[in-house]
């Protein structure tokens, strides 16, 4: 069993940096990937971003070029590095795995507000 714990979001300007972090309990070597999502108020939750066990990252267009998302195997820590945010990026971040056998597990969610 895989547990999810998003910590890194608060308030943030226009144009600003925030880092995400998801720390993941249970066997890491499982996950075959890793991915972050959002949901802002009124909306379904959208795909943000996620990183493969090889390495390999996909981007949501709205991202691309301004948000990375890394892992630390040693660290059983995913982030996300978000820089030059926008007002539209405001939502709760979760964060999301997926093991060999398509089991998925959801975090419980950081809030990230972008206001001037």
């Known amino acids: 069993q895989v547990q999810l714990v998003e910590s890194g979001g608060g308030s943030v300007q226009p144009g600003g940096s925030l880092r995400l972090s998801c720390v993941v309990s249970?066997?890491?070597?499982?996950?075959?990937?890793m991915a972050w999502y959002r949901q802002a108020p009124g909306k379904q939750r959208e795909y943000v971003a996620r990183?493969?066990?090889?390495?390999?990252?996909n981007y949501a267009d709205s991202v691309k070029g301004r948000f990375t998302i890394s892992r630390d195997n040693a660290k059983k820590t995913v982030y996300l590095q978000m820089n030059s945010l926008k007002p539209e990026d405001t939502a709760v971040y979760y964060c999301?795995?997926?093991?060999?056998?398509?089991?998925?597990?959801w975090g419980q969610g950081t809030q990230v507000t972008v206001s001037s």
């Open positions: 249970g066997s890491f070597a499982n996950i075959y990937s």
């Open positions: 999301q795995s997926t093991t060999y056998g398509d089991v998925a597990s």
């Open positions: 990183i493969f066990n090889t390495g390999a990252e």
